[in-house]
């Protein structure tokens, strides 16, 4: 309970306790009908007991309302029974007993140092050894020791001190599966260990080769969970440390074209600098072919469709283009493809299904809301459901068979210099060739980068009309939700987001 709350409650306790004073049944009467409706109201609040705690620590100081002198040495220290008993075994055996101390106001305490006897009392009435004892075991962490400290602080109940120790213990896995602790688990803490999607391992055949380990160190008894355990291995929700990095390359911001190339880790939730471009560039096209990072033109749409490269419309600085082309990494030669049905500039492209997805953009005339297929076996193009909304600069991406088509603006080319932004999201599903709105974004935005890492769809940066934004959300399909997380270093619009394979 915040002390804000406390005071209001103490106002209104006085004021009914002064409140019709001479008539002490009304008084009663009346507080007890007050006190109920503040307790429905107010006393069901985070951190009541440590809030409760303190007030007691701070009669203490004050020596209100104390009931017993403790005597050690020359000094006297005059304390709560109900806390002490409530906080110590030894308190609690003096105080509830038939012992004659039970009985008495003073008691002394023979042969106890009086500094420590204080330092007893203290920590009765705060947590402040506690939080001591666990800052030490936090540094003496090791792959060896973390999961004994993890099962402490669970018997504990020293929350921070459990999450820290988890933590190591899944980033540390790889060592932590060769020590001694982790063989002494029981099945329920290894399936709760191994469980975690922030386990950091390379493959899930790590988790297979620790499962046989751990079944081997005690089969006989440990027989009946293998079944239970071993399936943990298959899992398919994808963990953070498998799912590589997040590239954020270039786009325009506060300097007329970053140059900067950053990578967002999931497991640690920040973004760091990774390299940088030799040169500004605007509105281009990027993938990742055979772990090298290639940029492409500038106001296209590029993606990966079967190992060749694949660059769609644009802008020549003359008109829009309707061409599209095809990057071979064996012989690096660029090649024609058929052109679109029509011409289009900051087009999303996607890939699914083995077809390739050119979706809205603009033209000389206005923003589309058109999507063509590609098919490269067959090398046509195909006109499929139109979206809702006319999208130019929309950021695509795709999800569990789906595509989605995120942001974009709406404007004439001729007369008008107003956008209208949109922060409305739509799912493309190609069984039923039908769009969809799902969740909406936090913000309106176009020239947001977007790309799939694990299973969650990423929404990064854009422009808003006023700012380049540094605003990094994702959605997940399942829950229809977004949520924001670690923001991008500096703002900026359209930045080119790829999927980059796992470092290390």
Known sequence: MKSSEMSKVEEEVLTLLKKDATTSEQSISSLMSSASTIQDENFRVAKHAEISLKCMENYLHKQQLTDIVLIAGDKRFSAH???????????????????????????????????????????CYTDAVVKACCQFLIKQLHPSNCLGIRMFADTQGCGHLLNVA????????????????????????????????????????????????????????????????????????????????????????????????????????????????????????????????????????????????????????????????????NTQEWSLIAPMPQARSTVGVAVLNDKLYAVGGRDTNSCLNTVDCY????????????????????????????????????????GSNTACRYDSVERYDPKTDTWTMVAPMSVARDAVG???????????????????????????????????VSPLRTGRAGPCVILKDPIG
């Not at 075994?89 to 500094?115: C, G, H, W």
Request: one cysteine or more; a negative charge.
């Open 166 to 329: 988890h933590n190591y213990a899944t980033v540390h896995f790889m060592e932590v599966m060769k020590n001694h602790e982790f063989f002494l688990l029981s099945a329920d803490d290894v399936a709760k260990l191994l469980e975690s999607d922030d386990l950091n391992i390379p493959d899930e055949e790590i988790v297979f080769q620790a499962l046989i380990s751990w079944l081997q160190y005690d089969l006989d008894n440990r027989r009946k969970d293998a079944g239970r355990l071993l399936g943990l291995s298959c899992r398919t929700r994808p963990r953070k440390a498998t799912v590589g990095q997040l590239l954020a390359v270039g786009g325009m911001d506060d300097h007329k074209g970053a140059t900067s190339i950053d990578a967002f880790s999931l497991c640690d939730n920040t973004w760091k600098n990774l390299a940088s471009m030799n040169g500004r560039r605007l509105q281009f096209g990027a993938a990742v072919v055979e772990s090298k990072l290639i940029i492409v033109g500038g106001r296209d749409g590029v993606a990966i469709l079967g190992g060749p490269l694949y660059a769609v419309g644009g802008h020549d600085g003359w008109g829009f283009l309707q061409t599209a082309e095809r990057w071979d990494p």
């Open 81 to 123: 029974r109900l806390v002490l008993s409530a906080s110590s075994e030894y308190f609690a055996a003096m105080f509830t007993s038939s012992l004659r101390e039970s009985n008495q106001n003073e008691i002394e305490l023979k042969k106890v140092d009086p500094d420590a006897l204080w330092a007893l009392i203290q920590y």
């Open 375 to 414: 098919d490269p076996h067959t090398n046509k193009w195909t006109r499929c459901a139109p979206m809702f909304k006319r999208r130019g600069g929309v950021g695509v991406g795709v999800a569990n068979g789906c595509i989605y088509a995120l942001g974009g603006y709406d404007v004439t080319a001729k």
């Open 450 to 484: 977007v790309c799939l890492l694990g299973d969650q769809l990423f929404a990064v940066g854009g422009y808003d009309g006023q700012q380049y934004l540094t605003l990094v959300e994702t959605y997940d399909p399942i829950l229809n939700e977004w949520h924001q």
